[in-house]
C-alpha cells in the first residue's frame, strides 16, 4: 500500500528566505506523487506532479520538487518566500495500480511566512 | 482556467436530514471523485465513479452515501440520514483519465457540511 508522511506540520520562514517542505513515500512501485495548496477557504490547487520522468519536477509560483528514490523522498522547495504563499501544503501519493488513482494525502504542513 | 466547481459552500442540516452535495465537473474529464477532510485531520478519499457507476469506494462510503450523475453535468453526493460525524469538508474532484496517463484530480473549493 501507498502512503506518504509529511515530516512537519508547521513551518515558519521570512519572506524572501528559502522553503524546505519534507515528504517521504511508501510505495511497492514507481509512485506518482503530487503537491498540492490549499489557501484558507479555498479547493486544493495542483503544484505539481511526479510521473516518473524528470526527477526535479517544477511547477506553479516558484516552486519545485526532487524525487530521490533512494530517499524515497519527494520534498517541496521554492528559493525565496513570498506572503501569498502562507497555506496548507499537501504531500499525495497516487495509488498504484487501482481502478482510478485514489489519491492518498498526508497530514498536510501549514506554512505561516512572517514579513 | 476551466474549474470544478461546488454548492452550496456551506449547508448546515440538522441530524438524521438527507443533504446532497453538488459539484460540476471538467467538461472533458471522464472520472469523477468526492473526498471529504474532517476538521484537523487527512483529506480521505471516498469514491471515485467513472462511465456512470462506482469504480471504487473506501471504508468510509457505506450504505448512507451514493452517488450520482443525474443530466451529464453534475456529480452528486447523497448522505442519506446524517449523523454528527458527518460534519465535514467534503471536496469533489475530476480528471481526464486514470491510472494509463496518472492526470492529476482538479478540485473543487469543497462544501462545509455542519451538522446540528
Known amino acids: 500500500a501507498q502512503s506518504v508522511t509529511q515530516l512537519d506540520s508547521h513551518v515558519s520562514v521570512s519572506e524572501g528566505t528559502p522553503v524546505l517542505l519534507r515528504c517521504n513515500y511508501s510505495?511497492?512501485?514507481?509512485?506518482?506523487l503530487f503537491w498540492y495548496v490549499q489557501h484558507p477557504n479555498k479547493g486544493l490547487q495542483l503544484l505539481l506532479k511526479?510521473?516518473?520522468?524528470?526527477?526535479l519536477v517544477k511547477g506553479i509560483n516558484g516552486f519545485e520538487a526532487e524525487f530521490k528514490k533512494s530517499e524515497t523522498s519527494f520534498h517541496l522547495t521554492k528559493p525565496s518566500a513570498h506572503m501569498s504563499d502562507a497555506a496548507e501544503y499537501f504531500c499525495v501519493v497516487s495509488n498504484y495500480g487501482g481502478a482510478t488513482n485514489k489519491l492518498i494525502f498526508g497530514t498536510g504542513t501549514l506554512l505561516a511566512v512572517q514579513p | 482556467e476551466p474549474e470544478v466547481t461546488q454548492t452550496p459552500s456551506h449547508q448546515v442540516t440538522q441530524m438524521g436530514q438527507e443533504v446532497i452535495l453538488r459539484c460540476v465537473p471538467i467538461s472533458n474529464h471522464l472520472y469523477f471523485y468526492w473526498y471529504r477532510q474532517i476538521l484537523g485531520q487527512k483529506v480521505e478519499f471516498l469514491v471515485s465513479f467513472y462511465n456512470n457507476e462506482i469504480s471504487e469506494k473506501s471504508e468510509i462510503f457505506d450504505d448512507q452515501f451514493s452517488v450520482e450523475r443525474p443530466d451529464g453535468s453534475n456529480f452528486t453526493l447523497k448522505i442519506r440520514s446524517t449523523k454528527l460525524e458527518d460534519s465535514a469538508m467534503y471536496f469533489c474532484?475530476?480528471?481526464?483519465?486514470?491510472?494509463?496517463?496518472?492526470?492529476?484530480?482538479?478540485f473543487g473549493d469543497g462544501t462545509r457540511l455542519s451538522i446540528l
Open positions: 474532484a475530476s480528471s481526464e483519465a486514470g491510472t494509463v496517463l496518472n492526470q492529476p484530480q482538479h
Open positions: 510505495s511497492s512501485y514507481s509512485p506518482s
Open positions: 511526479y510521473t516518473s520522468a524528470a526527477t
